[in-house]
C-alpha cells in the first residue's frame, strides 16, 4: 500500500485545516488506519486512529478537536483539525497497520499565533 499525505499549510491559531491521506490500494479491509505527528527532536506521537468498524481513539491533546474519518470507497483517510494552536505544530503523517505498518510522506503543518 502506498500512502500519499496533503492538505498541511499555515494556518493561524484557531483555525482548521483538513488532512488527507490517498491509498493506492483498496483501504477497506486494513483494520487500522492511523495518523501521527512529530516535532524535530521528538517522538513521532500518534494523534488518532480508526478501525475497520469506524471505531475511533484520539491522544488527549486533540480529542474534541481533530476528528478522523475514513473512506473506504474513495481509499482515503482524513483529518479534520479545528481549533488549531501552535502546539499542534508538526509534519503530520498517515499510517496503514495492515500489517506490516506502511507509512506515508509527511505533510507539514505550521500554525501560527
Known amino acids: 500500500v502506498q500512502l500519499q499525505a496533503s492538505g498541511g499549510g499555515l494556518v493561524q491559531a484557531g483555525g482548521s485545516l483538513r488532512l488527507s491521506c490517498a491509498a493506492s490500494s483498496s483501504i477497506f479491509s486494513i483494520n487500522e488506519m492511523h495518523w501521527y505527528r512529530q516535532v524535530p527532536g521528538k517522538q513521532r506521537e500518534l494523534v488518532a486512529a480508526i478501525t475497520s468498524g469506524g471505531r475511533t481513539m484520539y491522544a488527549d491533546s486533540v480529542e474534541g478537536r481533530f476528528t478522523i474519518s475514513r473512506d473506504n470507497a474513495k481509499n482515503t483517510l482524513y483529518l479534520q483539525m479545528n481549533s488549531l494552536k501552535p502546539e499542534d505544530t508538526a509534519v503530520y503523517y498517515c499510517?496503514?497497520?495492515?500489517?506490516?505498518?506502511?507509512w506515508g510522506q509527511g505533510t507539514l503543518v505550521t500554525v501560527s499565533s
Open positions: 499510517a496503514a497497520v495492515v500489517p506490516p505498518t506502511y
